[in-house]
């Protein structure tokens, strides 16, 4: 320690995080001695490591723990890749995932793919660049292959999918069963009394649009009712695309008296295309969605719609990552946890009340 050289504190000089650089330099010691004193390590001194340890708290130093690892050959850094943030449900998986890892001693990476596979490719790269320890990811509507997965799995890293998948494709996944909360939210439709219950039917190549709409004909099946292809349209889940769905129903001969859309934003398109025509809801045209997203309450009327799981969902898909950390060097049989809906059901579909006054 004799040889210590003057320096100015790392405190003085802005803003920026202290390194262990900052910490030899000021002792005047080299950063491999700072490093074994901060790991406690028996080659270092007493002195030298309290000195160290001093030093470290004065300055608020903050141990870089991804380079740490990188160091190590270890990481504790997970990727999530997911469609988007907006909105109740990734927002809520991410969270989800978030408070687990934390508590396993994880920090999360988020990506974003903007529904774009070329993005999500991208985002692929960039966290097999920082050396994840694992991916959890739900793919984009426009995901048609898993290919650009594999070099995922050739490295060894573990692989999670939740929510989204793939049809014909075997994975390690969280998923909700979505062909039961399709079926709860038409059965209570039929229910009310609609006999014309229509569909807005998300892309058929990713599992939880196809699902639904295999719930939705499994209600018409138990209600003694074919299934009309006219009311069941294809639609891109947005806002926009609700109105022109909508907009198509309504010019049918024999339009709907319900509408089940695969996702809220499109069943509130649907909504402000009724307001706009002055048609009522529930009375002339019921409805119901799925994610039982937050505008589901602002709306007026509020929307019936079929509840997801998200932080449950986000929880479990790390419990499942952690299960194939555990099982490394080991057999692992693929593995999808499926998590039950519940429906929430609200004012824009009930008309049981307004039928018996009649």
């Known amino acids: 320690m004799a040889g210590r050289r003057p320096s100015a504190k790392p405190s003085d000089a802005g803003h920026s995080p202290v390194s262990m650089a900052d910490l030899a330099r000021e002792l005047g010691v080299s950063m491999t001695t700072i490093s074994r004193a901060l790991s406690d390590h028996h080659s270092i001194g ?6 160290v340890l001093k030093l470290a708290k004065k300055l608020n130093y903050q141990p870089n723990r991804m380079a740490s690892s990188l160091r190590k050959g ?36 988020i990506c974003q793919s903007s529904e774009d596979v070329a993005q999500e ?5 960039t966290l097999l660049s920082a050396q994840v320890a694992g991916i959890l990811v739900s793919v984009s509507r426009t995901t048609l292959d898993l290919r650009h ?9 573990p692989l999670v999918f939740f929510d989204r998948l793939l049809e014909g494709e075997s994975v390690n996944a969280v998923v909700l069963n979505d062909q039961d909360g399709a079926l709860q939210a038409t059965r209570h439709l039929l229910e009310q009394g609609c006999r014309r219950v229509a569909h807005l039917a998300g ?8 699902n639904r709409r295999q719930g939705y004909l499994d209600a018409l099946q138990s209600h ?44 509130l398109g649907a ?3 009724l307001k706009s025509r002055g ?39 790390f419990r499942l990552f952690t299960d194939l950390v555990a099982a490394e060097g080991t057999a692992f049989s693929q593995r999808q946890v499926v998590l039950q809906p519940q429906l929430f059901v609200r004012e824009s579909s009930v008309r049981q009340v307004e039928q018996g006054a009649k």
């Open 121 to 125: 490719r991208k985002n692929l790269e």
């Open 46 to 51: 007493p002195a030298t490591k309290q000195a």
């Open 271 to 273: 909504l402000q295309v």
């Open 149 to 157: 997965f594999d070099k995922v799995l050739r490295r060894g890293v």
């Open 74 to 109: 270890t990481s504790t850094l997970l990727g999530v890749i997911v469609p988007h943030i907006e909105g109740r449900f990734f927002a809520s998986v991410v969270h989800g995932i978030e408070t687990a890892a934390s508590k396993a001693g994880y920090s999360v990476i």
């Open 224 to 267: 003694g009712l074919a299934p009309d292809q006219s009311l069941i349209i294809a639609c891109d889940m947005t806002l926009e695309g609700g109105r022109a769905c909508m907009q198509t129903l309504l010019s049918l001969s024999t339009p709907p008296d319900a509408v089940f859309a695969a996702g809220d934003s499109a069943i």
């Open 279 to 317: 048609l009522r809801v529930p009375q002339d045209v019921a409805l119901a969605g799925f994610s039982n997203e937050d505008l589901t309450m602002v709306a007026e009327p509020n929307l019936t719609s079929v509840d997801q799981r998200c932080e449950e969902m986000g929880q479990a898909a």
């Open 203 to 210: 892309p058929q190549h990713i599992n939880i649009y196809r």
